[in-house]
């Protein structure tokens, strides 16, 4: 896995497909095509997803970065005309519209998307997808929390461990969208315990924990300037160390979006002041930056960047934090 090789670094660059190489080829030929809808472009998608068959973590992770990268083309639009019945097509064109609901704060038509969602589920009844695109439809149009639940156990029964349905959930009762600080905290707590160290979803814990303390420095005044105790003591203080200890080894992490977690651990451990302790994770990177978290307070790549020379200053200086 190219994630963890050992050769030299590389420059730090946004990595839309992360270490995915045949994500990162689709995306590369459909950059160079000039105007969305094409069939050489339908083609492509269709291709790449069919080829990831029932690996339902991987299909999440390529789904949602094809999606970004077409909401604003007719890709999603002229493979469902092509193919109505196509469970991919279907689910494709509601992951698109959820993109663009997401960025734009609403959604078109809300009742064809989860038409479409339970369409594609009868059409490919144990692909999980279907399900956590209607979380994140559920986070735009604030439906109702039981509604949200049944949402959620159809989604998670298909895949346990979903990445990205877990952080749809996350996202779904965050303070930023309508939830609570005490809503997230209570989901935190009930899958902690359950989660495999090294699930797809092992990062929901510290992902809420950076989300906590990013709301924390947006509220500037002594909040922002007390924001660095939230990693010193307690179960976010665990939840880094064992995070630290565990994910940067060689073969630890197998998941698709496994270097999106490493991003957001990097960040944690330079939040807290461990710069130092951030250097193999770095190094582990080999470059390839997330837009978030990076993003919050600058450009991602300049961020990232500052953060990777305090770790190397740290590192030569045998300190924690640069």
């Not at 990205?164 to 930023?176: D, G, K, T, V």
């Amino acid at each position: 896995m190219s994630l963890f090789s050992s050769r030299t670094s590389r420059r730090p660059r946004i990595a839309l497909a992360l270490d995915d190489a045949e994500l990162a080829r689709v995306l590369g030929k459909l950059s160079k095509r000039a105007g969305g809808g094409k069939s050489a472009d339908v083609a492509l998608v269709a291709s790449l997803l069919e080829e990831t068959g029932d690996d339902w973590d991987r299909r999440g992770h390529r789904m949602s970065v094809l999606a970004e990268a077409t909401a604003d083309t007719g890709v999603a639009a002229a493979w469902l005309g092509r193919e109505p019945d196509n469970a991919d097509a279907l689910v494709f064109h509601a992951r698109v519209e959820l993109a663009r609901g997401l960025r734009d704060g609403h959604v078109e038509d809300a009742g064809e998307l989860v038409s479409r969602c339970h369409r594609a589920s009868e059409l490919n009844p144990e692909d999980p997808l279907p399900w956590v695109v209607l979380l994140g439809v559920s986070r735009v149009e604030r439906y109702g929390r039981n509604d949200v639940n049944a949402v959620w156990r159809e989604a998670t029964g298909r895949d346990r461990w979903h990445r990205e349905a877990y952080l749809q959930m996350l996202a779904y009762l965050s303070p930023e969208e309508g939830g609570s600080s005490a809503s997230v905290l209570d989901f935190v707590d009930v899958v902690r315990t359950r989660i495999p160290a090294n699930a797809p979803c092992a990062a929901v814990e510290l992902t809420a924990a950076v989300r906590q303390y990013q709301g924390l420095l947006a509220q500037g005044g002594v909040r922002a300037m007390t924001a660095g105790q939230l990693w010193q003591g307690g179960q976010i203080a665990a939840a880094l160390e064992q995070a630290a200890a565990l994910w940067a080894k060689p073969g630890f992490f197998q998941h698709a979006a496994a270097a999106a977690d490493l991003n957001v651990l990097a960040y944690a451990l330079c939040a807290a002041g461990r710069a130092a302790d951030a250097h193999p994770v770095f190094q582990t990177l080999q470059g390839m930056v997330t837009p978030w978290p990076w993003d919050v307070d600058g450009p991602a790549v300049q961020r990232y960047e500052q953060h990777l020379s305090k770790s190397e200053r740290g590192r030569q200086g045998g300190i924690g934090n640069a």
